[in-house]
């Protein structure tokens, strides 16, 4: 069963940086594209980045220049280094991975980590 658990999240000041993690298990999967989405209160969860396993990455234009995800493939980790921080970056920030299972395309999400930018 693929699970993936999210931790780094918390209270900070605008402007300020925080840095997301977030470990996929079993060790033994391959996962093809892994990414950070996040929900803000009363909106629809939203992509953040993404990262294939080849390194090539995409960003919402709201965080380009200011959020870096990374991934160590290895290891099944992926982070989000979050600089400049705004307060409309406040959401639950949540990792997703997509992987196969013989034919079948999958995804799995973690329970999410709460991030807070105060003014």
């Known amino acids: 069963q693929v699970q993936l658990v999210e931790s780094g999240g918390g209270l900070v000041q605008a402007g300020g940086s925080l840095r997301l993690s977030c470990a996929a298990s079993p060790n033994s999967f391959s996962f093809n594209v892994m990414g950070w989405y996040r929900q803000a209160p009363g909106k629809q969860r939203e992509l953040v980045a993404t990262?294939?396993?080849?390194?090539?990455?995409n960003y919402a234009d709201s965080v380009k220049d200011r959020f870096t995800i990374s991934r160590e493939n290895a290891k099944n980790t992926l982070s989000l280094q979050m600089n400049s921080l705004k307060p409309e970056d406040t959401a639950v920030y949540y990792c997703?991975?997509?992987?196969?299972?013989?034919?079948?395309?999958?995804?799995?999400w973690g329970q999410g980590t709460l991030v807070i930018v105060s003014s």
């Open positions: 990262i294939t396993s080849g390194g090539s990455t």
């Open positions: 997703n991975a997509l992987f196969s299972v013989g034919r079948r395309d999958l995804d799995a």
